[in-house]
Structures are given as structure tokens and as C-alpha cells.
């Protein structure tokens, strides 16, 4: 540091041209603004101009964010419908009808295949699903379902009728270029950086179909619904539509927000502190990383509620914790990925601290346990564990009411916070 700073004193005091730029990084959510008195003092004083660079900047260098892909296809023009926003906007989206073999052509990891408009469908048998294309699916692969075995019962038993009997697939795209072609009567397209946001589960169902029972004939006369939307570079817009199509469907609010730009940032962050962060249903991790901890995203937002000081509504409203409370819990401007570590190890220490003991711990205790912390910083866990116990006892103890039970109980939140600050004072 020394010497960079004397060959910065050097070029100043030379007769040469310096053009001079202040970079400050920082792994904090919240940048300093240029407008900040010592900042601007500063620029002013040194003519240098002052950049600023927190983790939501750094984030996409480390995040796993899957690379663009492309894929071309030719159908029937009367397969396709156009859609567009307006009659003065160059993006146009599309509904297009496509077989099942074609949709396995376009979205294997065989990049030369997905290009080639002209590939025999008889050598799809051994591909495989470029997972990557799920980046932006809400949920991971829930494996054999009922409905996922009814997608491949009705490609073995009744491809013909797979179009009016599934909901298809719903894809974004950064670029899309596509026109008639062959006198009208032929449609290509051209799909780059594209991402399957809701259908993941039909398209693993067909894949699986594929591998384990390979038919060409019932792969290409099965057709699917394909919803194609050119979203260009628009993440917020990606995101949306991933949210907005599958809140038709039976899926849960925590699903839901697992796309959220802020949940993908978590992730990221706690897989380079040998943490998997489960998003979604079904996500196993990264093959490739050795994880010391796994915990779930419903587990972390009770964590940080109950250091919020709802330790009750954390046990008793899980639901709400990804509707209505959402926004209080994973707060981008309040909630510091440092902050949240430190929460999730403790979770796993109280854990710890409760099979070295002889109480007997479960969720909820655990929970009530960093609620209590938090009000007692002084306190070590085992001291708050031993406090814990001495309320779930004394608390309307002339009561046959069960342990789980009183945890859910507001008064038995309040009971705590007023036990805890008498104590403290």
C-alpha cells in the first residue's frame, strides 16, 4: 500500500497529464453516495473521480448464473401465433405448437443439435437436458409425482392428445429472430439466451420418457404449447413472468419468491461460506461443492423473523413469512449477508448446544432460543437454552398446555421479553 500510494505522490508532483479514479469496494449492500461530503470534499480536493462498488455489484461475478444459449427450429406457420405489445414495438413474443421431439432438440446439452434444424430426431435418445435452461424455474425436480408420471403415461399411451392435456411450457428469451419463410408456409426462429420459467417439471418428465422408453414416432406425434417471450436483457421482466405464469398454478408462495434476485444473491453468498442455500424443492446443490451446511430458505426466513422479534409467527404462520411478511424479513436494504451467517451458524450451534444438554430441543425451541440471544446479547446459548426451559415451565404452568403449544402463543412471546429484560436490568 505504501509504495502504490508513493507512486501516486510521484505522478502527481510530475509535469505529466493524471487522470486519477477512486474506487471503493466494499461488501456491504449499500453504497456511499457521490453526493457525501467527505466523498465530494474529497473528489474536489484531488480532481479524481470516485466510484463505488458494494456486493450487488460483485454478486454476478461469483454467482453461478448459467451462459447463454441458442437454439433454431422450423414448423408449420399455421402452428404459430404472434403476439406484440403494441403495433410500434419491435419485440414480438409468440405461442407456437411444437413436438416433443422437437422441444428435446432445442433444449439438449449437444450445442450442434439445438442449431440444427435438420438433425435426425433417432439420435435423441441418448441426450441429455442442459439443466442450465431451469436457471429461472421455480422449483427443482419433485422427481415421480403423480403428475409427473401421467405426463409420461400419456406420451406412452396417448401422444396424440399430450397438447390438450398438458399446459405447456413457458420460455423468455433475451433474442429472438423470426419470419415465414418457404412461400409463407414454413416458420424459423432463432432463440438466444433463452430460459424455461415454467414447465420444468413437464420437460423432465419428457426427458425422462426419452431415456428410459425412446419412441420417435409418439415423440414427434405428441405436441406441446410453447409460450415464447423476448424479454432481451430485462431480469425484472424475466423474473416476473417466471412468478406471474406460475401463480396460476398450485404452487407455494416460497416457490414463488425462490426466483427473487435477492434469494439468488443469498444463494451465491452462503455457497462461498460452504453453506447450500435450498431455494426450491428439489435442489440438490452444486455436484461439484463440498458443503459444510445445508438449510433450507423457508429455515432462514423463521431466523431472521424470530431475531426480528416474531419467534411465535415464525412457528405458527409459515405461510405469511413468504406473503405479507416478505418484505420485513428479506429486506435488502436492512438484512447484511454478514448479519444473516452469523444468524445461520447460530442456528446450527444452538442445535449443538441442545444435544450436549439434557433438554430435549426441537425447531421451535431452537428458534426462541436466537430470539432470546438477541434480547440478551450477554448471555451465552446455554444460558439462554436454560432460560427458555425455565419459562416453557413457569408460563401458566396451573395449565395442561403443551410445550409446542405455548411457543405459538403471543403471550408467551411477551412473557419471554418481559422475564428476559427483568432479568437483565
Known amino acids: ?30 453504497s456511499m453516495k ?36 441458442s437454439a433454431k427450429f422450423i414448423t408449420n406457420s399455421t402452428s404459430v401465433m404472434t403476439y406484440e405489445i403494441n403495433e410500434l414495438s419491435s419485440s414480438k413474443s409468440y405461442l407456437i405448437k411444437l413436438s416433443l421431439a422437437e422441444l428435446i432438440r432445442i433444449t439438449c446439452s449437444d450445442k450442434d443439435i439445438r442449431v440444427n434444424t435438420t438433425s435426425d430426431h433417432t439420435n435423441l435418445r441418448s441426450k441429455t437436458l442442459d439443466t442450465s435452461l431451469l436457471f429461472d424455474n421455480v422449483r427443482g425436480y419433485l422427481g415421480e409425482t403423480t403428475f409427473n408420471k401421467n405426463i409420461v403415461k400419456t406420451i406412452k399411451e396417448d401422444p396424440n392428445k399430450f397438447f390438450m392435456y398438458n399446459n405447456g411450457l413457458t420460455v423468455t428469451a433475451k433474442n429472438i429472430k423470426a419470419g415465414p419463410i418457404n412461400g409463407n408456409k414454413r416458420f424459423q426462429c432463432e ?155 447460530m442456528h446450527f450451534e444452538v442445535i449443538e448446544r441442545y444435544k450436549e444438554s439434557t433438554y430435549i430441543g426441537f425447531e421451535g425451541k431452537f428458534l426462541y432460543v436466537i430470539y432470546i440471544k438477541k434480547l440478551a446479547p450477554q448471555k451465552s446459548l446455554i444460558e439462554c437454552i436454560e432460560l427458555l426451559e425455565e419459562f416453557i415451565v413457569d408460563y401458566k404452568k396451573e395449565d395442561s398446555i403443551s410445550v409446542a403449544r405455548k411457543l405459538i402463543q403471543k403471550g408467551f412471546k411477551d412473557y419471554v421479553e418481559d422475564k428476559v429484560n427483568t432479568e437483565i436490568q
Not at 502504490?4 to 469496494?25: A, C, K
Not at 467527505?38 to 470516485?50: D, R
Not at 420417435?216 to 405428441?222: I, R
Open 191 to 345: 432463440i438466444n439466451g433463452f430460459q424455461i420459467v415454467n414447465g420444468g417439471q413437464t420437460l423432465r418428465s419428457i426427458y425422462k420418457f426419452c431415456n428410459e422408453h425412446f419412441d420417435e414416432e409418439k415423440l414427434v406425434s405428441a405436441e406441446i404449447l410453447v409460450r415464447l417471450f423476448q424479454t432481451e436483457a430485462d431480469e425484472t421482466l424475466t423474473n416476473n413472468i417466471a412468478e406471474y405464469t406460475n401463480s396460476q398454478n398450485a404452487i407455494s408462495l416460497m416457490d414463488l419468491k425462490s426466483v427473487n434476485n435477492f434469494q439468488i444473491q443469498i444463494e451465491a453468498f452462503l455457497k462461498s461460506n460452504d453453506i447450500h442455500y435450498v431455494r426450491k424443492n428439489g435442489d440438490m446443490g452444486d455436484k461439484d461443492t463440498d458443503y459444510e451446511k445445508r438449510i433450507s430458505m423457508k429455515r432462514v426466513s423463521q431466523i431472521i423473523y424470530s431475531s426480528l422479534g416474531f419467534p411465535d409467527r415464525s412457528i405458527n404462520q409459515t405461510k405469511a413469512l413468504f406473503g405479507k411478511y416478505y418484505d420485513e424479513i428479506f429486506s435488502e436494504d436492512i438484512l447484511s449477508f454478514n448479519d444473516l451467517l452469523t444468524l445461520i451458524n
Open 1 to 30: 500500500t505504501k509504495r502504490f500510494m508513493e507512486e501516486i505522490i510521484t505522478h502527481l508532483n510530475s509535469g505529466d497529464l493524471w487522470e486519477i479514479e477512486l474506487y471503493m469496494v466494499s461488501n456491504d449492500n449499500i
Open 34 to 69: 457521490p453526493d457525501d461530503h467527505t466523498i465530494s470534499m474529497f473528489s474536489e480536493t484531488y480532481s479524481l473521480s470516485v466510484h463505488s462498488i458494494t456486493l450487488k455489484e460483485i454478486i454476478p461475478y461469483i454467482t453461478d448464473f448459467p451462459k447463454d444459449l
